[in-house]
Every structure is written in structure tokens, then in C-alpha cells.
């Protein structure tokens, strides 16, 4: 099972960016994504969360300028960003809940990370 981030880059103040998280493997199903970001110096922190049922929340930072959602059972989430600052610049990773099965078909129930990818925004 792999999370594959992508989307980052650099963008101005007061641009857009989506971000996309895509699961693969033989996953049975993914109760929620959750988005989280680092910036330099700084502990990681929960930006974004959705669930299966399509429950959403958001980091007060983020409320009204970030916008998450899925497709596939959440095998594809995207991060909606808008009107960035600087104060947004972090690598950015998805973090999954999910289950999955391995080759002998055992189940297995796990929190996984994806890779991250760096958004940095400049003036």
C-alpha cells in the first residue's frame, strides 16, 4: 500500500494550489484521509481531515481558504488551497487510515503516511 502526494510547488500570495493523495495496494477500504503539514522549525500539524462518510474538519488556520475532498472511496483526496500566505509554506502529507490485505490475504488495519510534498509560498 502506498500514499503518493503531489501538487506542491511554489506559489504566490494570495494564489491557488490543489494537492492530491492517491492510495494504492490492495486497500479494502480507507475509514479517513487526513492532510498535515510541517514547516521548518515547527511540529507537524493536522490541516485537513475527511472521513468515509464525508464528514469534514478543518484547522481554524485553514477554515474557509482550504477545502477537502474525495473520490474513489477516498483513494484520491484532494486539498483545495486558496488565498495562501506565507504562513501556508510546509511540506504537506496525507496520512490515511485504512485496511488492506497482504498476499496471504491476511487483513491488516493501519495508519499509513504518504511521502509529503513541499508548498511554498512567496510574495
Known amino acids: 500500500v502506498q500514499l503518493q502526494a503531489s501538487g506542491g510547488g511554489l506559489v504566490q500570495t494570495g494564489g491557488s494550489r490543489r494537492l492530491s493523495c492517491v492510495a494504492s495496494g490492495s486497500i479494502v477500504k480507507i475509514f479517513s484521509m487526513d492532510w498535515y503539514r510541517q514547516a521548518p522549525g515547527k511540529q507537524r500539524e493536522l490541516v485537513a481531515g475527511i472521513t468515509s462518510s464525508g464528514a469534514t474538519n478543518y484547522a481554524d488556520s485553514v477554515k474557509g481558504r482550504f477545502t477537502i475532498s474525495g473520490d474513489n472511496g477516498l483513494k484520491t483526496v484532494y486539498l483545495q488551497m486558496s488565498s495562501l500566505n506565507a504562513e501556508d509554506t510546509a511540506v504537506y502529507y496525507c496520512?490515511?487510515?485504512?485496511?488492506?490485505?497482504?498476499?496471504?490475504?491476511?487483513?491488516?488495519?493501519?495508519?499509513?503516511w504518504g511521502q509529503g510534498t513541499q508548498v511554498t509560498v512567496s510574495s
Open positions: 496520512y490515511a487510515d485504512l485496511y488492506y490485505t497482504i498476499p496471504d490475504g491476511s487483513p491488516v488495519a493501519e495508519r499509513r
